[in-house]
């Protein structure tokens, strides 16, 4: 669906509006999408759809996923979860996961930033170099 660019201002002024302390509010949010539903303004569903895709992009933002071989000790979880909060700002949910198909090493992907430190992406950035 084509969106205007007054339906994107105001998608963009609600979402700015439902922002408290640098993070997202759900229930300003939940708020905001009542008031624009029960008033209904002219484009109100490609007002409601670009906000949702805001939203999303910073719920996307606001999650990091941190993948190791073995499992990592509270201290360097707590260490990690520091140093990604310092680089990215507070609330941010992280998840760590084993997968055992990292051979080492560490995969932390926070909305689309990926840093790839994983033995398996050292092999295959050097089969690439051949």
Known sequence: ???????????????????ANGLLDEGKVRQAVEQVIARKPRGYV?????LQRLVKLDLDRRTA??????????????????????????????????????????????GSDVYDGTVQARLNALADHF
Not at 1 to 19: D, G, N, Q, T
Not at 79 to 99: H, K, P, V, W
């Open 1 to 19: 669906m084509k969106i205007s660019k007054l339906a994107r201002r105001e998608a963009k002024a609600l979402f700015v509006s439902c922002r």
């Open 46 to 50: 490609a007002i409601l759809s670009h």
């Open 65 to 110: 996923r941190v993948e190791s071989a073995v499992a990592l000790s509270p201290t360097q979880q707590s260490e990690l979860t520091n140093n990604l909060a310092r680089r990215y700002g507070q609330g941010l949910n992280i998840s760590f996961a084993q997968n055992p198909t990292v051979l080492g090493g560490l995969r932390i992907q926070v």
